[in-house]
């Protein structure tokens, strides 16, 4: 045990035709006899030695500790720790396995373990058929998750699916619900088995649940959960598929906190003709199932003056005509409607209106009037009947109307819900009207304020008389879809971030004036 030996344990060794390999306890591997083809792996291939030569630790074995040798009768194989395996010497029939044949190496080279029987496998153990033939053997395991697709990155709410696809390495049976265990915060989640048993790709999914949130991705557990299910190759011998998974980065998947409008609502005069309350209400991703009512009665005595009598008409961008009603008549799938949106209730035999519609388009407006010589303060709203559907969304609410005083004010009222702030802006315009209508008020306050809901008192979170003509607050207006404002004009705009709760917009004239008025707001986010 002297020269490349010297100081070292050989643990294992194997003998070809003309050679020998043994392999020390530090993972490296050394050679002596016959050389003509390279089998003693040392970069030659022009003589023999015999005494121990180092096998070349270089190139593809770099880095490597070989945990097994075999020799066969003119060439050698060396299994690596990391399952990877390397061989060296006489090729011409395809010793090497490297989808090679016609030449002899004394450089170790990779042995094709990517594609073919081995493809998804690894290889625990090696043979070779020793003295006179020219093949070798592999034990492999059986055929392991190969790649891991994760879900895209991004951001993710309450009620989206992540779909993390698995792909083995030959087909798979599955039986039972295997899962992925998921890191989500401090918490572990399951995506379960929903698809693919037969396949090579095999689908997991998990659906986000309220209140989950990760602000550094999502971690996803090294191995698969069989829960107690099975899965099995589906072809040859059905071996059980090894369950580690391979190692991948996961994109940085962040479930995000998400706030909604769950209701959009105006209180302002109506009547009958050119006094109708017409309230326009966006969808951001399309419509979905919506309440929309017309309050006078439901007001109550608080409100002086109400209508006594409200219509209300609703209907698509275009003008078309979508559903109407003339009292609500205590139906009781508006009553449970009223209940799951949080909207008050409304006495059985009022002459409130209400309808429930499920709405296909982006914009919509409803029509609040009187009978004919009846007029008063109503209340038009629109309420989000699922608020489970985070893509569809209300973003917009728009009033047109004439502005009094006392109770003949404007209020444009708003829920935020969810557990993230929301960025809006609210605009009272007056002036902005006035190339198009007439009367426009020439000087509109705006202010808003939120309902504290264990004192019932309202508190201002902003206010503005004359809005802030700056270059960013115009572009955003424009980024928004938001008529342009002048410069410098009495119109009155707040851009706003406001945690979750119950909000009020209210539009009233400087100095106790009245005309007509736009009353908007917009999600800004």
């Known amino acids: 045990m002297t020269g490349v030996l010297s100081g070292k344990t050989v643990v294992a060794s194997s003998v070809g035709m003309n050679h020998s390999v ?8 050394a050679a002596w006899g016959g050389n003509y083809s390279g089998e003693l792996g040392n970069g030659r291939t022009d003589f023999f030695s015999s005494t121990p030569v180092s096998v070349d630790m270089t190139g593809v074995l770099s880095g490597k500790m070989v945990v097994s040798v075999s020799a066969g009768s003119s060439h050698s194989v060396a299994l690596c720790s990391d399952g990877t395996v390397a061989a060296w010497g006489y090729n011409w029939d395809g010793q090497l396995g490297n989808g090679t044949t016609g030449y002899s190496t004394g450089t170790p080279m990779s042995v094709n373990t990517g594609t073919g029987a081995l493809w998804g496998r690894t290889v625990y153990a090696l043979g070779s058929d020793g003295v006179g033939g020219g ?15 994760p879900p895209m990155d991004g951001g993710y709410t309450a009620g ?7 792909t083995a390495g030959v087909a798979v049976t599955v039986t039972g619900t295997p899962r992925l265990a998921l890191t989500i915060g401090t918490t572990t989640r399951y995506a379960t088995y929903a698809s693919g048993s037969g396949t090579t790709s095999l689908v ?7 209140g989950e949130r990760d602000s550094d991705g999502i971690a996803v557990a090294s191995v698969i959960d069989l829960n107690g299910g099975t899965l099995t190759e589906t072809e040859t011998w059905r071996w059980p598929i090894r369950l580690a998974l391979p190692a991948y980065t996961l994109p940085a998947i962040k479930v995000e906190l998400r706030s909604l409008f769950a209701a959009l609502s105006a209180r302002a005069y109506a009547g009958a003709g050119e006094e109708t309350l017409i309230v326009g209400f966006v969808f951001a991703g399309a419509g979905k199932p919506t309440l929309v009512r017309g309050v006078g009665p439901g007001m109550g005595e608080a409100v002086v003056g109400h209508l006594v009598d409200p219509q209300l008409r609703l209907y698509a961008l275009d003008g078309t005509p979508v559903a109407d009603n003339d009292d609500w008549a205590g139906s009781p799938e508006l009553s449970e409607a009223f209940a799951r949106t949080g909207a008050a209730a409304l006495k059985a035999d009022s002459k409130d209106a ?8 982006h914009v919509y407006t409803a ?17 989000d009947a699922d608020l489970s559907d985070t893509d569809h969304r209300l973003t917009a609410l728009s009033v047109r109307c004439r502005v009094g005083t006392d109770e003949d004010i404007v209020i444009a009222g708003f829920v935020i819900t969810g557990e993230a702030s ?19 008020l020439a000087d509109p306050a705006l202010q808003v304020l939120k309902l504290n809901r264990a004192t019932g008192d309202w508190m201002i979170v902003g206010e503005n008389d004359d809005w802030y003509s700056t270059p960013a607050t115009a572009d955003l207006f424009e980024s928004l879809g938001m008529g342009a404002l002048t410069s410098g004009s009495k ?19 400087v100095d106790g004036a009245t005309g007509v008025g736009l009353m908007e707001l917009y999600e800004a986010q």
């Open 22 to 29: 043994a392999l020390c306890s530090d993972g490296s591997v």
């Open 135 to 149: 093949c070798s053997l592999a034990l492999a395991s059986p055929a392991a998750i190969a790649a891991v697709e």
């Open 160 to 166: 989206d699916t992540l779909t993390f696809t698995l």
């Open 204 to 210: 997991f999914t998990y659906t986000v649940q309220d």
């Open 354 to 361: 209400a309808l429930l519609a499920a709405l296909p388009g």
């Open 367 to 383: 029509h609040v009037s009187g009978l004919a010589g009846d007029a008063g303060v109503a209340l038009a709203e629109a309420y």
């Open 422 to 440: 929301k960025r809006v802006v609210v605009r009272s315009v007056g002036p902005g009207l006035s190339e198009s209508v007439g009367g426009a």
């Open 491 to 509: 119109d009155a705009a707040l851009v706003l971030t406001l945690e979750p709760g119950i909000y009020t917009a209210q539009m009233r004239g």
